[in-house]
């Protein structure tokens, strides 16, 4: 079990709002909260995605897209960290 901080729980719920099995996995100091911000973290922006950028518009939110890719590979790193010292701690 993990004691996950307020800051982590606040910041899943924001990168992914409404997802109840995420926030019950979290309150649980789950495990399991690890696999679900990894399987979720695969996301790619793949050279078509680059390749249809007309305008500035279309590239402002590839960018947006491409920024929450990032936090979610941040997220699942917090994570890791997380669960790498409750490991040592015990």
Do not use: H
């Not at 995605?49 to 917090?78: F, G, H, P, V």
């Amino acid at each position: 079990m993990i004691k996950y901080p307020e800051k982590f729980i606040k910041e899943c719920k924001e990168v992914y709002p409404k997802w109840t099995a995420l926030y019950e996995a979290l309150e649980k100091g789950s495990e399991f909260v690890g696999r679900y911000l990894n399987d979720s973290s695969f996301e790619t922006i793949s050279v078509e995605d680059i390749i249809s950028i007309k305008d500035m518009d279309s590239l402002n939110k590839l960018k947006e897209r491409a920024l929450r890719i990032k936090t979610k590979k941040e997220l699942y790193d917090k994570w890791y960290k997380m669960y790498r010292q409750n490991i040592n701690e015990d």
